[in-house]
């Protein structure tokens, strides 16, 4: 089955086009990312797979499950990580592990996914702080260990490293990594084409809300003649 | 280069979310100050009477002259019964009657008696003016009685002199028969109905209310909003969360906030008089109305709050749009206050029932003098409010404003912009 497709996706912000009738699919095991510059419409796509907008025109299925008929079932399922996102602030690292881990298990099943949130957070005694004194990279491990913690089927990772020095991001793909071999489909958007082509199985290149091209890092390299991802997005959309 | 910044400053500061809250309270109030009158003109109107005078003698010919020069008296005659119905029928505020034997009495150094019957409509702080008027006239036969008296007699018991007459008073109020009370005695006594009530639904609503609103500011500015709708959560939990989670916040901060003002509040001693003997007191049915009236204006006032916090962009303009909520409460908290739903004018009853924060407000007065309809009728709505209100929270929830803003008006807007500069 497929943990994500993908068909003909049109998404309108009033007048604006933002996707324009794109297609695309990730495997079950598999990291997919969307790359393009800003405004391209990575976070858009993103966010309708995640649920939070509602599509204009096209099909859209998550396991099968369909969108938005399905959306309640999808949230089971799914766990996403915005760009920039925040945890709350008054609450200590643990509390907010526990507040999302309750609506995803009770009992054994609860605590399990605490324990490995705490562990991909790992954030030693400072866990037990409050998020307001986190530093950027704190809050965005703390954040991945929420997203990744619930066993998604799917997890959708918004420029998950975006702001991170070289050792936090580095951290955090080493995380999704092992997310990934564990058995969870990514699907992640990034600006950062060197990061996509050191993480991604696949890719698809867009811009303007139209995949251009879409491959593994090695085909889109060779169908471009390029000798990195950049240069073969530059030469797509020329 | 201050003028610079001064430029900037003003373009960030001055924009229309900031303005329409402002221009409508103002109109509003504007409106309901207009509607309520104007408190200096109805003290200076000669208050409505009547009179009837079964004496016939001297001290009841300087009251009947003292009445008849400051006061309209619509009805000069011999029926108490046909008098009051004169005075319900025009506006009336009392009716006053001077028994046989009243000059004898005075003569025979006893207090004459006037017999008041008073026609109350309303127990806000402006419906008991013109009664205390006409206690003001009374107070006026008392001194051109002393004068006669000191004049014509100085063997005069002092203390007659100084009170020369007795108000056997009867109170007539919503169908309720009063004896031995007067209009402003009663308002004094449910003083704290009319003060006390409203300034506690009012914190208590605003309180909460900038709680919810605060809260969606908050989810915004934290970034937190997205990943809580990815949740697998009903989006009716989401707002039925914030609600209850922001009234247990409300009703502490409220709580506080009383325990000082109930403080204040008791260093004035209103009145020593016990409700229940004038059958005004509430039984336990009443007092689970009154709770009941309040939980509904709560989650009334809090849904209204959650609809207006999506608006909010962070946590600052959440602070801005809380000044509507409490816009609103302070209006129903002042005309409360100041009148009493039967004696405000038509279009003020129909905005004071709109408005949901209102009904805990009146709630306990009306049930005192058994306005049940009033009551009830104000629990349905609320209740109407509260769902219509959460409902279209919820598709807010589910639609796309949420996240983006109102995406098509700010294409309207600046395709008229456009037009506009062109």
Not at chain 1, 179 to 208: F, K, P, Q, T, Y
Request: hydrophobic share 45%; proline share 3%; charged share 20%.
């Amino acid at each position: 089955m497929k943990a994500v497709e993908v068909r003909e996706l049109v998404k309108d912000y009033g007048n604006f086009r933002a996707l324009n009738g794109i297609s695309f699919e990730v495997n079950e095991g598999e990291i997919f990312g969307l790359i393009g510059p800003n405004g391209a419409g990575k976070t858009t796509a993103l966010r309708v797979v995640a649920t939070l907008l509602q599509i204009t025109s096209g099909l859209i299925t998550v396991f099968g499950y369909e969108l938005p008929k399905e959306a309640g079932e999808v949230r089971k399922i799914i766990s996403y990580l915005p760009e920039e996102a925040g945890a709350y602030k008054n609450l200590r690292g643990k509390e907010y592990l526990n507040f999302i881990a309750k609506f995803f298990g009770e009992g054994e099943k609860f605590q399990n996914m605490v324990q490995r949130g705490l562990e991909i957070a790992n954030l030693g005694e400072r866990i037990n702080d409050k998020v307001d004194t986190y530093s950027k990279g704190m809050t965005r491990r703390l954040l991945v260990g929420r997203a990744l913690m619930v066993n998604p089927r799917l997890a959708i990772l918004d420029e998950p490293t975006s702001g991170l020095d070289v050792v936090n991001a580095q951290e955090v793909r080493r995380i999704i990594n092992s997310a990934v071999e564990a058995g969870v489909a990514v699907l992640l958007s990034s600006h950062n084409m060197l990061e996509v082509e050191l993480l991604c199985h696949r890719i698809a290149l867009i811009n303007d809300g139209i995949i251009v091209a879409s491959g593994t890092a090695e085909e889109l390299k060779k169908e471009y003649d390029a000798r990195n991802i950049e240069e073969a997005f530059v030469k797509a959309i020329k | 280069m201050i003028g610079n910044i001064v430029k900037k400053e003003f373009k960030e500061l001055f924009v229309l979310s900031t303005i329409i809250p402002i221009v409508v309270i103002a109109i509003v109030y504007g409106s309901v100050g207009n509607m309520i009158g104007n408190v200096q003109e109805t003290m200076k109107e000669k208050p409505v009477i009547g009179i009837v005078d079964m004496d016939d003698g001297n001290f009841s010919d300087i009251a009947m002259s003292v009445l008849t020069e400051r006061a309209e008296v619509i009805y000069d005659g011999s029926d108490v019964e046909e008098g009051l119905e004169e005075l319900r029928g025009k506006n009336g505020v009392a009716l006053l009657a001077i028994p046989e034997n009243f000059s004898q009495n005075i003569y025979a150094n006893q207090p004459g008696e006037i017999e008041i019957d008073w026609i109350m409509r309303g127990v806000g702080m402006m419906d008991s003016i013109s009664s205390g008027t006409v206690e003001g006239l009374i107070q006026s036969v008392n001194q051109e009685i002393s004068k006669t008296l000191i004049q014509q007699d100085s063997s005069s018991d002092p203390a007659l002199v100084l009170n020369p007459t007795k108000r056997i008073e009867t109170t007539f109020f919503k169908g309720k028969e009063i004896e031995g009370i007067s209009p402003s005695t009663l308002a004094n006594m449910l003083m704290s109905q009319s003060i006390v009530i409203p300034i506690v639904v009012m914190m208590l609503i605003i309180m909460a209310g900038s709680s919810v609103i605060a809260s969606m500011g908050l989810e915004k500015e934290n970034k937190t909003l997205e990943t809580l709708l990815t949740l697998p959560v009903r989006r009716s939990h989401i707002v039925i969360g914030k609600m209850v989670g922001s009234a247990l916040v409300g009703l502490i901060m409220a709580a506080i906030y009383m325990i000082g003002f109930s403080r204040y509040m008791s260093s004035f001693q209103f009145s020593d008089i016990n409700l229940a003997d004038f059958g005004l007191a509430l039984g336990m049915q009443d007092y689970l109305l009154v709770g009941i009236s309040l939980f509904t204006a709560l989650l009334a006032g809090l849904s209204l709050c959650i609809v207006l916090g999506t608006f909010a962009k962070n946590y600052r303009s959440a602070q801005a749009l809380i000044f509507p909520i409490t816009a609103l409460a302070l209006i129903s908290a002042f005309i409360v206050m100041f009148k009493d739903f039967d004696t405000i004018p038509p279009i003020l009853r129909v905005l004071v029932f709109v408005i949901p924060f209102t009904h805990p407000m009146m709630a306990m007065r009306a049930l005192m003098l058994d306005n049940y309809p009033l009551v009830i009728g104000g629990i349905a709505y609320t209740a109407v409010f509260t769902v219509i209100m959460i409902v279209i929270a919820v598709r807010i929830f589910n639609s796309d404003r949420l996240l983006t803003g109102s995406v098509r008006r700010r294409a309207a807007l600046g395709k008229l912009v456009w037009g506009l500069r062109r």
